[in-house]
């Protein structure tokens, strides 16, 4: 394993630990477990499994799209794909933070689906491991569902017990800044890899 291997394998780790920390993935069921009087034991099984749905959703969905990328390209080409694919995921957070900005919705109206909903951001990194062969792919989605679920389930018990209140005042759009540096500097990682 070389240093560009390992900053990709950060690079995952970092994207679904920082993208759990985003409100719109722990407040809905926060709101829910007070409102029902769910144990440690519920917040940590319901939040493990929420953070579990959504990253294999958006694993699932990144395999579709890697599958059509190499039936469309040739693997040379998947570099270049792997970068217009960066380039559309932060296109779409910046789109994203915009919106969220302007609008003034509360978190606590929000579902526990969307917090399933599959999310873009890990798709280049998945496109890149697949690059690396089929165990360092194999790896990557283990580790990035892994460190999805076990996130949002730490963050969800440290909130529930009011450890982190500050984490209740931080705004969704915070957490996708931090991922679009992350897809930045994984971007001129491809292009200098």
Known sequence: ??????????????????????????????????????????????????????????????????????????????????????????IYFLVGLFKERKESNTLENSSLMVSILPDPAIIPFIINSSILGMNFLIFSIILFISISSLALAFISVLVNRGIIKALSKLKPYYADYLIIIILIITAIYILFE
């Not at 519920?42 to 959504?54: C, D, E, P, T």
């Open 1 to 90: 394993m070389n240093i560009m291997d390992l900053i990709l394998i950060i690079s995952i780790i970092l994207i679904a630990s920082i993208h759990m920390i985003a409100p719109d993935h722990w407040m809905p069921l926060t709101v829910l477990s007070i409102k029902r009087s769910y144990s440690l034991g519920n917040i940590v099984f319901i939040s493990a499994l929420i953070g579990f749905l959504h990253s294999f959703i958006s694993i699932i969905i990144s395999l579709l799209i890697l599958y059509l990328g190499l039936s469309l390209l040739n693997f040379t080409d998947l570099k270049y794909f792997s970068l217009a694919l960066i380039f559309i995921v932060c």
